[in-house]
């Protein structure tokens, strides 16, 4: 995807965080669990997660997504190495790696808030993980805001 003022974007896969991010108490919304779906259809759907709520399995069964336990966020960024170039999404110190080494790296601050060093690692900030699975399916929306 070509973005004026901002570039070429080329990624494969889009790597989220779960906590904070993609649900709140280990938890996702059905709403965004069939968004993450019709994203699975384009790219590469991976949830990092240290599954803090132990729900992980439970939360993604029957999806066409990923999911790979991590433990700290230098596993989180090197297992995303490994799906470059990406899309990260994150909200937290533990996402900072994987965001900064991104094509392209959204922030959420939802209701668990975010660290700053993960807002300062991001490209674009949003409060709600929708609005970001919104513009990755729809390019236009993205290109709205990073268009220079």
């Not at 070509?2 to 990624?11: A, D, H, N, Q, T």
């Not at 991104?102 to 959420?108: G, H, I, P, S």
């Amino acid at each position: 995807m070509e973005i004026p003022g901002y570039g070429k974007l080329e990624f494969n896969a889009v790597l989220f965080d779960l906590n904070g991010t993609l649900g709140v108490d280990g938890k996702v919304s059905d709403e965004v669990k069939e968004l993450l779906a019709r994203l699975a259809d384009r790219y590469t759907v991976v949830v990092l997660s240290a599954d803090t709520f132990g729900t992980l399995e439970k939360e993604f069964r029957g999806l066409p997504v990923r999911i790979e336990r991590v433990s700290s966020g230098a596993e989180k960024a090197e297992i995303a190495e490994g799906y470059a170039p990406y899309v990260a999404v994150g909200n937290g110190n533990n996402d900072v790696a994987m965001l900064e080494k991104a094509e392209l790296a959204f922030c959420v601050i939802g209701r668990e808030g975010a660290s700053v060093d993960a807002l300062l690692a991001s490209d674009v900030v949003v409060t709600d993980v929708r609005d970001v699975i919104e513009m990755l399916l729809n390019e236009k929306k993205l290109i709205a805001t990073l268009r220079r």
